[in-house]
């Protein structure tokens, strides 16, 4: 008998329920904590030989020297290169959808001049040099090599550094194949929080970057959140989610296999359904049922599911909205007649995939966004990642003679009310100038 909740908002204590179903702990535990403190404080004082005994103990990959926990890009080609024909035209045909979906999210540099001279502007310069935490613990992902360094590339970064936990020192040919198609320029086996530190503060043999992006465990998590602010994160990533909103009208079998698609990531993921049908949702619980024993990873789906999925019963489509919205999810289906109608009511998603023929698995490979999406509620404020995670902007102002003469009296007026002396007169000297006939240029 498969386990998961059932929930109505016909009942009194649903709201209760919901947020003790919706909220997450992130892992960072105490015990958590410590060890990732540890593990920083290790890589940033010892370095290569860090890596190597961190390595050896986490992933069982002995090396005699850090350098060879790089992998050639020879073997990143010889991979593609194996690949079987089929392979290797779903990894091309993935590539290129995301390079052109990111492709429509480059920024431009703006100026404008106004009547007195005054020049105001905006230059987006790329990041010189990113690093990419790809996952490799559970499951090998050559989609989150696409999907992390390819926004990064169409943003013109001028060093993608990618790492990847290997365990006993094997890499997915995959995974080496994504990154000779999505422009990584180095590859180092390294996980958990050392890979991260490595990247954050460099070692002899891993650069120190910029920016660390990509989800990861407990650890990792952790870790991004230490380092954030000696190098920029794009988030600290919760387990994956999906919600979805049926109408009662798709086959129960295709909803069943999406709240799978989420489920079978692992025993944290979150999956969920709702429906103003009750009987609806009886028929695709009927379908989990019988699905289930033909799933490879059926002991984590149904761990999962026992314990973060839910059926719920709403009255309307209105309340489905409502509670979306609360729940901000990852991802979001809208399997209904009027999808795009209902999506108008939708404020807070990572992604929202429309219609009964758009399985949110078309999202996490080959649609074209990014598959880097806020979890745990942050839908609320943070956004999917892409080509903006990869640059920043630059504020341009040239002030005319005349400009500094309108700007500079209201410069000078909010300094003195703050008590900026300074501020006010180095304004001041500007119009003053100008007024008594002393510019120098």
Known sequence: MLEIQRLSTTQPDFADQLKALTSWDDGATHGVETAVAEIIQAVRSRGDAALCELTARFDGLTVSAAAELEVPAQRWQEALAGLAAADREALETAAARIREYHLHQRPADWEHTEADGTRLGQKIRPLERVGIYVPGGKAAYPSSVLMNAIPARVAGVDEIIMVAPAPGGEIAPMVLAAAALAGV???????????????????????????IVGPGNAYVAEAKRRVFGHVGIDMVAGPSEILIVCDGQTDPEWIAMDLFSQAEHDEDARALLICPEARYLDDVQAAMERLLPEMERSEIIRASL???????????????????????????????????????????????????????????????????????????????????????STSIVGC??????????????????EGLTAHARSAEYRYQAETNGDASA
């Open 185 to 211: 320029d180095r590859l180092f086996l390294l996980g958990g929080a050392q890979a991260v530190a490595a990247l954050a503060f460099g070692t002899d043999t891993v650069p120190a970057v910029d920016k």
């Open 306 to 392: 026992a314990r973060r999925g839910a059926l719920i019963c709403v009255r309307d489509l209105a309340e489905a909205a409502d509670i979306t919205n609360t729940i901000a999810p990852e991802h979001l289906e809208l399997s209904v007649v009027e999808p795009e109608r209902l999506a108008e009511s939708i404020h807070h998603a990572g992604a929202i995939f429309l219609g009964r023929y758009t399985p949110e698995a078309l999202g996490d490979y080959c649609a074209g966004p990014s598959h880097v999406l806020p979890t745990s509620r942050t839908a609320r404020f943070a956004s999917p990642l892409g080509v903006m995670d990869f640059c920043k």
């Open 400 to 417: 005319s003679v005349e400009g500094a003469g309108a700007l500079g009296p209201v410069a000078s007026r909010l300094a003195r009310a």
